[in-house]
């Protein structure tokens, strides 16, 4: 079992209300298959992607984190916060792998943190959603639904999905849930993925200096990152 966040996060509201936000959700697989160095890795990206965005002043304000991960079932262990007051989570991992409903999830948090930019007058991006796994999914019931609203808010431009297979990950199952099932998947050792996150992080600080989205060049992949 992962360690909770204080429920404190749930209370934390955008700061820098009076500037342009970008929501970002890390979907990340703690499945019994992620045991030893994968899990270990996933921890210390999750520790690096927060000390990334700590160094911008301007993501710190800005940038809106959320982190759930996957197993026999879904956990929100960090509820969007602002990257200010983001502290990483320590996870174990354990059981199998319920990605479909964290995609599920993950759409649902995006949708709610919307809705409470709209209700403070915040102007925002288009929101972000990171997918880790080293396998495939194991919630078949839920395939459907997950990859026909993930297509949908792609091609509707109301998220950025960047799906990443680690290790022994079905890739080919990866791309069937990108757009057109041929989108970008990211491929990466399961010992060797957690500069994934400083990419990541770097990503949306640049998101956030931005003036708008058709401005934003995301930082080169890390060398040890595929593009498939």
């Not at 270990?40 to 304000?61: C, H, I, V, Y």
């Not at 990466?188 to 708008?212: D, P, Q, R, Y």
Request: aromatic share 8%; charged share 20%.
């Amino acid at each position: 079992m992962e360690d909770r966040m204080p429920l404190s996060y749930e209370d934390m509201i955008p700061q820098n209300i009076g500037e342009k936000h970008v929501a970002c959700v890390l979907l990340v697989d703690i499945s019994g298959s992620m045991n030893g160095r994968s899990i270990a890795e996933l921890n210390e990206g999750l520790q690096e992607f927060g000390r990334a965005l700590a160094q911008d002043g301007q993501a710190r304000g800005c940038a809106d984190v959320c982190i759930i991960s996957f197993n026999t079932g879904v956990q929100t262990v960090v509820p969007f916060c602002p990257a200010v007051n983001y502290m990483a989570p320590q996870l174990s991992a354990g059981g199998l792998t319920c990605m479909n409903q964290a995609i599920l999830e993950g759409l649902n948090a995006i949708e709610e943190r919307k809705n409470l930019y709209k209700s403070y007058g915040i102007p925002y991006f288009r929101p972000w959603i990171f997918l880790l796994t080293d396998g495939e999914p194991t919630d078949t019931e839920n395939e459907g639904a997950a990859k026909q609203r993930l297509w949908d808010a792609v091609n509707s431009k109301k998220v950025n999905f960047f799906p990443m297979g680690i290790g022994n990950a079905n890739i080919a199952k990866l791309k069937g849930y990108t757009a057109g099932g041929n989108g970008m998947v990211l491929k990466a050792s399961e010992k060797e993925f957690k500069e994934a996150f400083v990419w990541l992080s770097s990503s949306i600080s640049m998101v956030t200096n931005s003036i708008g989205e058709s401005a934003v060049q995301p930082p080169q992949m890390p060398p040890m990152i595929e593009i498939l």
